[in-house]
Each structure stands twice: as structure tokens, then as C-alpha cells.
């Protein structure tokens, strides 16, 4: 457990002597933190909640073929799978190559927020330790529809369609992110929405049976197969992650004016706060579906609760709710590692660095 902790304490000590250091030290110290957060994540060993069902499939590749879409796992994924076990490596080596995009992918969103460390901060309880480590799939999923975000708010728009398809293609439930590609421009351009529209049509065609499992799996009957006495299936820590979300998505309606000046950054943030109260009102009848796809709506938390702070002028109120923060998610983790239903899987934190 206290590898955790520390791995979190180190960003922790960067926000406090974020003021005292040179920006050639910050950025050192920045990188090497980004280093063994790399390090952390993509050689674990036997941590995370889906370890040995991914483990499982790694070590019985059948023959892979590049034209079939029809298969057990999400299609890159798969492919990814098949040439690290084809060139005899272990499973711990595509985690690590994972990894670094995954870490790539938060630090490109977070340098956009006043304090690098501070949404690090944010981050790792929730994405970092759960989405990072053990969804593997939707982890990959995820940081590669956080990198469409920034294009989103760069306005690159070949860059948006680009990472929102490597996204569907590690994990199809990625699919809605290129619903807000009309929205890219300040005017809403008729002929790209049909053109969107036709490659969401043409994704759904080819993913249409993978589609339809997920669909199965978390709204359709296949929801009540593994449960106990025919009863749903429940997240137990839906209420609390949505939750964060719904607070965050809450403050950004009523400061979003203030959060951000940036008009793709409004248009981005306020469709993930209108998708969080949809979800939120889904997780009465679906939680375990809610809260999936409620992950990859965390990066509001980033840009709220790593901004915030710095709408108050006066350094009192503003390190009070900069600590404050930073602490409130430091018990978080506190509280997941020690009473989390499935935290036993995170638990010991094993690294074959070190075995």
C-alpha cells in the first residue's frame, strides 16, 4: 500500500515547492516523475482487477487475422497483443508499452491546468490506480480520447479523428466521442455532421457484434448472468465516482465563464457535465454501465477541481482549497485502498523491477 502513497506524495511535494524551484528543476524533476509513473504502471505484476483474465488471453494467442474484426478482444488491442507474444515477450512488456502513452496522455491534458502537479494529484486515485491499472482496454481507450480532447480544444481537427478512432478501437464504447466533432469549429459546419454521422454508421457496422456484447453484457440480459440469486449487477463505488463527477460537472456550470476562457474548452467541458447527469440518472437502473462509462468523463474533474482554487485572488483562500483538495483525494485513496471491494486485487502492488 505505501507504494501508492508514495507515488502520490511526489507530486504532492511538487505543488508545495512549486514556488521555490527554477522551471529547468520543475521540468527535471517533471520528467522523471513521468518516468517512474511509466515504470509504476507498466510492470506491475499481478495488480488490477482484470489481471489474470488478461493474462489468460495473452498467454493463448490464436492466429491473428488482420481482416477479421470478429474476435474475442477489441481489435487493436488484439493486434497489439498477438506481436508482443509473437516476439516471445511477456505480458509486462506490452503493459509497459501501454503505459506510456497512457502517461503521455495525462500529462498532455494536465500541463493545460494551472498546476502540473495538482491534477496529477487529481488524477491518480481514480484514473491513474483504477483506469491505468486495471482496465486495461478502456485505460488505453480513455488516454487516447483524453488526446482527442486536446485536439478538441486546439482545434486540430485530424488529430481529434484520429485519436477518437484509435479510442473506439481499443474499447467501441469510445464510440460517442466523435459525437462532438461538429462542435470543433465556432460555426457548425452541416456537412461534417453527415460525415461524422457516416463513420459512425461504418464503425457500427464493423463493430456491430462487439457492439452488441456490450450492449448485452451491461443493459441487456447478460447484466443479470453473474449475479448472485438472478439479482443486477452493482457497482458499489459508482455512487462515489460518479459522484465526484457530478460535483465537479456542478461548479463547472456555475464558474465555466471563469474556468475558462478558452470556447472549445466550454463546448467540450459543458457536453462531459450535460453526459455526467445523464449518467448519473443511468446509475439508478444500470450502475455497473454508468460507472464505466462515467471514466471517461473524469478529465472534468481535472479542469475543475485543478482550476478552481485559482478563481480566488486572495494566496489564504487559494492554498486553502489547493491543500484542501489535494488532501481530499489523498484520503480517497486511503479509503479505496483499505475498504474498496476489489481493492485486494491492487493489493500487494508487486513490480518485476523489484521481484
Known amino acids: 500500500m ?11 511535494l511538487g505543488l ?15 520528467i522523471l516523475y513521468l518516468f517512474f509513473l511509466v515504470l509504476f504502471i507498466g510492470f506491475r505484476h499481478e495488480v488490477g482487477g482484470d489481471w489474470t483474465q488478461y493474462v489468460h488471453n495473452y498467454s493463448n494467442q490464436t492466429i491473428y487475422d488482420f481482416y477479421n474484426f470478429d474476435i474475442r478482444s477489441d481489435y487493436l ?3 497489439l497483443s498477438f506481436l508482443f507474444y509473437k516476439f516471445g515477450l511477456s505480458y509486462h512488456f506490452l503493459n ?3 503505459s506510456i502513452i497512457f502517461v503521455y496522455s495525462i500529462y498532455s491534458f494536465s500541463r493545460l491546468q494551472p498546476s502540473l502537479a495538482f491534477a496529477f494529484i487529481v488524477c491518480f486515485p481514480i484514473i491513474i490506480i483504477i483506469m491505468g491499472m486495471g482496465f486495461t482496454r478502456q485505460g488505453i481507450a ?3 480520447i483524453t488526446l482527442s480532447m486536446v485536439s478538441f480544444i486546439k482545434e486540430n481537427k485530424y488529430n481529434f479523428l ?3 478512432i484509435l479510442a473506439i478501437f481499443f474499447h467501441k464504447s469510445a464510440i460517442f466521442i466523435l459525437l462532438i466533432y461538429p462542435f470543433i469549429n465556432q460555426k457548425i459546419n452541416y456537412t461534417e455532421i453527415f460525415f461524422i454521422l457516416i463513420i459512425i454508421f461504418i464503425l457500427a457496422i464493423i463493430l456491430r457484434g ?3 456484447n456490450l450492449y448485452n453484457n451491461y443493459l441487456g440480459e447478460n447484466l443479470y448472468n453473474n449475479a448472485e440469486e438472478s439479482s443486477q449487477l ?3 463505488g459508482a455512487p462515489v465516482r460518479i459522484g465526484l463527477n457530478l460535483i465537479a460537472s456542478t461548479i463547472f456550470f456555475i464558474f465555466y465563464r471563469e474556468l475558462t476562457y478558452n470556447e472549445n474548452e466550454k463546448k467540450l467541458f459543458l457536453f462531459l457535465s450535460f453526459s455526467v447527469f445523464f449518467i448519473f440518472i443511468l446509475s439508478f437502473k444500470f450502475s455497473v454501465f454508468a460507472d464505466r462509462v462515467n471514466y471517461y468523463f473524469t478529465p472534468i474533474q481535472i479542469i475543475v477541481f485543478s482550476r478552481f482554487p485559482y478563481l480566488f485572488y486572495k494566496e489564504r483562500t487559494r492554498d486553502f482549497l489547493i491543500y484542501s483538495t489535494a488532501l481530499f483525494y489523498i484520503v480517497i485513496l486511503f479509503i479505496w485502498l483499505n475498504y474498496a471491494e476489489y481493492a485486494h486485487a491492487w493489493l500487494p502492488y508487486q513490480n518485476i523491477l523489484l521481484r
Do not use: H
Not at 2 to 12: E, G, H, K, N, V
Not at 21 to 30: I, L
Open 77 to 79: 488491442y488484439e493486434y
Open 142 to 144: 480513455f488516454a487516447f
Open 96 to 98: 509497459f508499452f501501454l
Open 2 to 12: 505505501i507504494s501508492y502513497f508514495i507515488m502520490l506524495f511526489l507530486p504532492f
Open 234 to 236: 452493482v457497482a458499489r
Open 162 to 164: 484520429f485519436f477518437s
Open 210 to 212: 462487439d457492439l452488441y
Open 16 to 30: 508545495i515547492n512549486s514556488d521555490r524551484v527554477s522551471k529547468n528543476t520543475s521540468f527535471f524533476f517533471t
